[in-house]
């Protein structure tokens, strides 16, 4: 159970640190850059596929379908997230009108 947890978490860090460094963020001093809301999500996803796996595993006590299962479980929360994002562009709901800077 340990090896493949350990393999897991250490597949998710490779992971993270190739699309860290792969791309460029800045961001707003005053906000959370996109570097660090990266970095954040990405280390959630790490500790949220830990824990899909540790419960399936002790639920089964099986390590290899465990892993399968944490794997899958975020790959599909991935794409299901990434069209729910989509999905909230299209809605106005509390977003706040921007006025012009000046008036012709």
């Known amino acids: 159970m340990l090896y493949f947890l350990l393999t897991i ?4 860090n ?30 959630w996803r790490m500790l949220a596929t830990l824990i899909t796996t ?5 639920l089964t006590g099986k390590g290899e379908f465990a892993a399968t299962i944490g794997v899958a479980d975020t790959l599909v929360k991935f794409f299901i997230y990434f069209g729910h994002e989509r999905l909230w562009n299209r809605i106005p709901y509390g977003r706040k009108k921007q006025e012009p ?4």
């Open 54 to 58: 540790a419960i399936v595993f002790a």
């Open 14 to 43: 490779s992971l993270c640190s190739i699309i860290l460094t792969a791309f460029h963020f800045t961001g707003d001093e005053d906000m959370d850059s996109n570097k660090r809301s990266l970095a954040k999500a990405l280390s």
């Open 9 to 12: 978490l250490l597949k998710l």
């Open 101 to 104: 800077e000046y008036y012709i």
